[in-house]
Each structure stands twice: as C-alpha cells, then as structure tokens.
C-alpha cells in the first residue's frame, strides 16, 4: 500500500501533507508498512534464583486475544501438564499485533495463568512485561483449591527494568515482578491460578512468566538502572530542571560534572536544577549514579548547551529587515515561509528546501489505529517558537476536533511527531507554528 504527500502552503505558519492512496509525488516516499506494536527496547524478565525445587514458564509470543491456551513458548520444569495463559474478557477487543502482543485499543483486557505444582508450593514469583497502559497491579490475585476459591492478594512488588518502547507508537514498556512467600500458611498443592486486568484501554501484554519452588527464598529488586535520555539541550544562563528517572526504588544519588554548567543535584530526589552559567557552550558530560543499597552503573548524560534565539536575532544576523522579515514571507521561493526556515534551521535566502530533510509515513495496521509519522530537522537555539502536528480529517477545516500529536526533540537537531487516527484511508497533516509573545 502506497500512499503520496504533497506540500503546499495553504495558511499561515503551516505546512499541509495530503495522504491518499496512490504513488508519490514531490520526492517524498510514503510507504505502507505493518506497524510494530510496542517493540521491546532491550527491556527482559528477570531469570530468578529460587532454592529447592523449581519450576517456570514462560510466554513471549501470543497466538490468541481470547480464549483457548495462549501457551507458545513455555519452558517448563516441575509444572504438572502445560501452564496456560489466556485474555480472559470476551469484551476486551483485543487482537493479536504483528510482534505477538495480545493488545486493545478499545477495552480493558483481563488475564488467567493457570499451573499445577508438582509437591506442595511454598515459593511463587510473578512477572509481566507490559508497554503502553500499565496493569493494574492492585488487581493481581492468586486463586488455590478447589474451584479455585481461596484467593491471595499479590504483595506489592517492584519494577524489574522500565524502557522506552521501540516502534512508532511509543510508550514506556515496564517489567514488574511480586511475590507470594506461601510457606506462611503451609504452601499450597494442586493447580492455581493467578488472575490480573490491565488498568484502562491501550494496555499491551507482552511477556509472562511464573517462577515457583517448595523453599522460600525473597526476590529483591536489582540495582537501579538510570532511564534518562543520554543527552539533554541546556540554554546558557537559563533556569534547567531535570529530573532523574531510575528503576529500583533509589534513595540515593550521586554526580560529577554538573558544576562545570553551573547545576547541582538534590542527593535524595535526584532531581537536577540551578541556572546554566553564562558564556560557555559545548558538550558537558556528567556522570550520575543511585543506589538502593546496591548501586546502579555509572550513566553518563551529555549537556548539550547552547545559546538561545529569537526569531527577530535569526532575522537579523542574515540582514533581513522590514517587509523581506515578516514571518509569512517565503523570500526565497523554496515553498518555506520565513517562520518555517527559523524552526527547521534552513536559510531563508537560499533555496534550500530539502536541507530540512523533511519526511512523512502512514503506517496502516489492518483492524486497528493508524499511525502518520513527521520527521524533520529543527533549530535547536529557537526558543520562541511553538509547533503543534494536526490530523485532519481531508476537509483541510483544522479545528479544535483535530487528532493532535506528540512531537519529541532531539540533541541532533532532528525530531519526530507523530498521531494516531482510528482507521482510515484519507487525511490531511499539518505541522502548525506559531511565534510565542
């Protein structure tokens, strides 16, 4: 499936793609691909150490949304028959997504592990590999007995990993584990069953797996792993908060380098602030560590600072005053006004269109949500200017209705935006900038 996208200044401060089925045109490619839900990014279950007796399976790749097994890919040891797992609610509208993810955009997806322990279980661990909404981890339970009719609430348990989710949706993608200690009431014999729900639509279920063993032996978290991005933009002389993200509950936290940019971190939040000095500008590496008792590999964040400018500066320092300056124009004749040149960090003298590098994509998932992608260089100095990605539905009447996307920036001075329509065959995007009072 093919689709084309042309570019035409129609309003002020905007830039139109029409998506329709057909070839391209202007020398920009479209092309139909099978959208990748939720795609791991290096994120894994843990492979526990229990004593005693043990048994696990292990489920990585779905083949049914409802009903029947769900049980490919399980290894096994201890477990009398095969684990099964299965989506559990008939009204979920949950289908099966191209990297074998049981998913729903539309309903609240439920779920049932149910195993039998060969000898009495004193020792379970549950663990879920989740993108997009979370599970509701309150709703975890563990069934026993005959009809499954004694029920045990999950402990509170702890993120093993959490990452940000590969593919053009995003997301963050978590690994949690919990943990029943069975031995208290004597451990349990004869098949169970744990039952959990996801906590709202969107929720993709991407890995399961259940360790148990006749000895009790408590699972603790793993050493904190710093989940920033590695390099972050700082303004010379500007105010900057940045707050550090880790896994594994950290109480601690430690840096070096942030005084050379004239920043400090809070040791008990990890949260980083303070004004950027003035006059400097490069890449300043910082080393950042926590701890939870055990401490998290060194990470090395990048600042990036840079000086900051105006639309009018921008002007300015390339000699364009009066009429030539105003943010409508398109000097150059290139189809970019000057408002669009400032933010893709183009020249508005010279014809120069391609230098944005400029690119869209529709990607279509059969039965589900489409997704149309932006990506485009951006001027990583201009701080005055806002920018907003529209979806309209091909009437070109933007309005308050529109889908409205996400846009996220990066070091490089490149940036991606993208939104997510229900499915369709026809619409109009529109990158939308203003200039900020």
């Not at 939040?269 to 939870?292: E, K």
Request: glycine residues 10%.
């Amino acid at each position: 499936m093919c689709y084309k996208i042309f570019s035409t200044p129609v309003l002020c401060f905007s830039t139109y793609f029409s998506i329709r089925r057909s070839v391209f045109v202007s020398g920009i490619t479209i092309l139909g691909l099978s959208a990748i839900f939720h795609q791991l990014s290096a994120v894994e279950l843990e492979d526990p150490t229990l004593s005693g007796t043990t048994a696990f399976a292990q489920w990585d790749a779905f083949t049914e949304a409802s009903g029947g097994s769900n049980d490919p890919d399980v290894g096994t040891s201890g477990f009398s028959g095969t684990p099964s797992l299965q989506q559990t609610d008939p009204n979920s509208f949950a289908f099966i997504t191209s990297s074998k993810n049981i998913y729903s955009f539309a309903g609240v997806t439920s779920f049932a592990i149910e195993a039998d322990f060969s000898g009495t279980m004193n020792n379970l661990a549950l663990q879920f590999l989740t993108a997009g909404n979370e599970m509701d981890y309150n709703s975890i339970a563990l069934n026993y007995g005959s009809g499954f009719s004694n029920t045990l609430a999950a402990p509170t348990g702890f993120f093993t990993q959490t990452g940000e989710a590969d593919g053009p949706f995003g997301g963050i993608t978590r690994a949690y584990l919990t943990q029943w200690d069975l031995s208290a009431i004597g451990g349990i014999t004869g098949p169970f069953q744990i039952t959990f729900s996801a906590s709202g639509t969107s929720a993709s279920l991407q890995e399961a797996r259940i360790d148990a063993s006749n000895v009790f032996n408590a699972l603790t978290p793993p050493p904190p792993v710093i989940e920033n991005e590695d390099s972050v933009i700082a303004y010379t002389g500007s105010a900057f908060e940045l707050q550090i993200v880790a896994s594994g509950d950290p109480f601690l936290y430690t840096e070096s380098g942030l005084s050379a940019i004239g920043l400090s971190i809070n040791s008990a939040t990890g949260s980083i602030s303070g004004t950027v000095s003035s006059g400097i500008s490069g890449n300043f590496p910082v080393t950042i560590r926590a701890t939870n008792g055990e401490f998290s590999d060194p990470f090395v964040i990048t600042f990036v600072v840079v000086t900051e400018t105006t639309y009018s500066a921008y002007m300015s320092s390339r000699s364009i005053t009066g009429p030539d300056a105003v943010a409508t124009v398109d000097l150059d004749k290139d189809g970019m006004t000057n408002l669009e040149e400032y933010y893709h960090g183009t020249e508005p003298n010279i014809s120069d269109f391609t230098n944005s590098r400029r690119k869209a994509q529709f990607i279509d998932l059969p039965g589900g949500p489409d997704s149309f992608v932006y990506s485009f260089n951006w001027n990583v100095q201009a701080t005055d200017v806002s920018a907003e990605l529209q979806l309209d539905d091909g009437s070109l009447t933007f309005g308050s209705n529109d889908l409205v996307g996400s846009i996220s920036y990066a070091t490089d001075g490149t940036a991606n935006a993208s939104v997510i329509a229900e499915e369709t065959t026809v619409g109009f995007l529109r990158l939308s900038l203003s200039l900020d009072p």
